[in-house]
């Protein structure tokens, strides 16, 4: 069965650190890979996606991920967190063009340290 | 952006009542999705309809059902709420963005049931 693995469950760093929450997804074809943010208190935001072409993408707020087809894998990156940041993260994936129907991974709780 | 509202943000049920929730868009979107999200387990796909009076069952179907009798407004039915149904329930709506999805959540309704 397809599924989306993230490997920390719970993330604690403290300001100025540089913040890698993995992801990695079981092959299945074409992918389309997404990145999601809960804040405390609000409802789920797109962070960032990839559907196609250059493999680093740029989201909001200076977070950026990797895909990396060989190892299945969609990792997301900040060089330099922010209490702000604090939050869970999901990583997601469609396959095959699948519309909406998306598989998430668990989620990583991602706590800052002011 | 689609504007994805769910009527209520929390809602305290008893053991073996019908609860309802309601999402509605206002965009005309074909698609609606009902996910669960649960500490640890993440977002799981509950049942999802891809026009009125069309539904699909997803990830976890058991002990939910759902209606579409307009095209603007999916709502999630919990025959005979169970305390294990407590939890924050997301509807979703997925969009169009270069050819590719992505999904618009709503604030998410967190369901107490006691």
């Known amino acids: 069965a397809q599924s989306v693995s993230q490997h920390n469950h719970h993330v604690i760093l403290s300001e100025a650190a540089s913040l890698e929450l993995g992801c990695n997804y079981s092959?299945?074809?074409?992918?389309?890979l997404f990145w999601y943010v809960q804040y405390p208190g609000q409802h789920l935001q797109l962070l960032l996606k990839y559907f196609s072409g250059d493999p680093l993408v740029k989201g909001i707020k200076g977070f950026e991920a990797e895909f990396i087809k060989s190892k299945f894998s969609f990792n997301l990156r900040k060089p330099s967190v922010q209490w702000s940041d604090t939050a869970e993260y999901f990583c997601?994936?469609?396959?095959?063009?699948?519309?909406?129907?998306?598989?998430f991974g668990k989620g990583t709780k991602l706590s800052v340290k002011p | 952006d689609v504007k994805v509202t769910q009527s209520s943000r929390y809602l305290v049920k008893r053991t073996g009542e019908k609860v309802f929730l309601e999402c509605v868009q206002d965009m005309d979107h074909e698609n609606m999705f009902w996910y669960r999200q649960d500490p640890g387990l993440g977002l799981r796909l509950i049942y999802f309809s891809y026009d009125v009076k069309m539904k699909e069952k997803g990830d976890i179907p058991e002990g939910y059902s759902v209606s579409r009798e307009k095209k603007e407004r999916f709502s999630l039915i919990l025959e005979s709420a169970s305390t294990n149904q407590t939890s924050m329930y997301l509807c979703a709506i997925p969009t169009a963005d270069g050819g590719r999805e992505k999904l618009f959540f709503g604030s998410g309704t967190q369901l107490s049931v006691l």
């Open positions: 997601a994936v469609s396959y095959g063009g699948s519309q909406g129907n998306l598989i």
């Open positions: 092959y299945g074809g074409t992918v389309n």
